[in-house]
């Protein structure tokens, strides 16, 4: 029996790529998934997922790692709502995953709130017959989830370390931190516009380019 595992990492962030991979194992190889001690990536340091990213290449029989663009995200999230078309997008990705691996069964880690449409929009998309376990938290249940997790996570880090290297310490990424606020501010007072690597259509990122629109009219807000 062939199994496989589809996880996402990076879906919250403002800055950089949605990251979503997928791995494939034999039942021998699930064992040894088991037998290395995976979890979910995010109970990992970067450098034990760095080293367990290795062992799972050498585990797997196949795998697949899609990273999706700040502007694709905007460009989906523009035309629905939010969460229904990133749900969308990611259900979408993940099929496209499963149908390049061929499992037998495929367990994903759910993003929308209702793990069973989840489950059904992936279906939509695969033309042939495959069995699909999608749950919340299946990265913790799953070694063959958590071995993807580990991955995605892996590619999603080092997709944010080059951009770093490029563009200087922007924190996490995420809008909780208080460094990636400061630059996205800085960034804005610098240049007027975001650059590619950010999720324009994300709150956060709205309401900081709002606030110095704001500011250079003079105007206060609720006259805007």
């Known amino acids: 029996m062939l199994i496989c595992g589809v996880d996402d990492a990076g879906r919250g962030p403002v800055i950089g790529p949605l990251v979503i991979a997928g791995v494939l194992v034999d039942e021998e190889g699930l064992e040894r998934l088991i037998h290395l001690g995976v979890k979910d990536s995010k109970m990992l340091s970067p450098k034990r997922r760095e080293q367990l990213a290795d062992e799972i290449f050498r585990v797997v029989r196949d795998y697949r790692v899609v990273k999706i663009s700040p502007s694709e995200i905007d460009h989906v999230i523009m035309t629905g709502k939010k969460l229904n078309r990133l749900n969308r997008l990611e259900a979408r990705v993940m099929a496209s995953i499963i149908r390049e691996l061929k499992p037998d069964i495929a367990y994903v880690d759910a993003s929308d709130v209702l793990p069973e449409r989840f489950k059904q929009h992936i279906l939509e998309e695969i033309p042939f017959r495959v069995d699909v376990v999608s749950e919340h938290k299946a990265d913790k249940k799953y070694p063959v989830v958590s071995a993807a997790s580990i991955i995605a996570k892996v590619e999603r880090d080092r997709e944010i370390e080059k951009l770093r290297n490029k563009y200087g310490d922007f924190g996490s990424g995420y809008v909780a931190d208080p460094k990636t606020i400061n630059f996205l ?23 900081i380019l709002m606030e110095r629109e704001t500011r250079q009219s003079g105007l206060p807000t609720f006259l805007k």
Do not use: C, H, L, Q
């Not at 804005?188 to 975001?194: K, L, P």
């Open 185 to 207: 501010r800085s960034w804005i007072e610098r240049y007027g516009s975001y650059p590619d690597f950010v999720r324009k259509t994300w709150k956060t990122a709205k309401n």
